[in-house]
């Protein structure tokens, strides 16, 4: 069962700054600045705080998508680039990928990463909003967002433009961190995420404060199934979703149709 309806959910994420209690019009701001402290160092983070194991969720990411040569794939909040080149060397290139990031360190990040890799005309590089995607109507044949959405102000205004743009039989992809399916392991769970994490971000990236927000992100976003409903209510179809990890992550998947 859910943990609330989707619209409780919505609110209470649009005022939630980690723990904290927020304006929503100051919640976008705040989390701009967690990800330009840590840019330069967030994929050396990823691998040390999942020990590489997010490497392994975003491949059954595409997995789920069993993406096709011709593709086109918006994905969004996906800055650094991970999941853009990715589905690349799947495809041996045949595809064109368009990143949207709001924060203009991590999508520089990304390009310069892409540059060294040699992707240059595949991926098309795009600051702007997830709740106001610069994007025409049913322009895309898919859609991602790993590790992003519990960062937007407004998720129900995100999961409607996903739809947008999204052409008709289009897919949506939902990476995220969840709950686990096991409750026995929580106090193992938040001793690491309250103290090793923290730690990591002080030491790695000096910024453990960041850290700490991105933990408490975690515990303040939705179970899979409230996830799934909010989904429903943005006008997509077929919700599903996957424990990775024993819940620690989990893909959720819908269509436009």
Known sequence: MSEQDPASAAARLAASFGFAEVAPEEKAGLVKGVFERVAARYDLMNDLMSVGIHRLWKEALLDWLAPRPGLHLLDVAGGTGDVAMRLLARLDGRARVTVVDYNHAMVEVGRDKALDAGWLAEIDWVVGDAQRLPLPDASVDAYTIAFGIRNVTHIDRALAEARRVLKPGGRFL????????????????????FTVLPTLGGLVAGDAASYRYLAESIRRFPDQPTLAALIEAAGLERVRWRNLSGGIAAIHSAWRL
């Open 174 to 193: 939902c990476l995220e961190f969840s709950r686990l399916a096991l409750p026995a392991l929580e106090p193992l769970y938040d001793l690491y995420s």
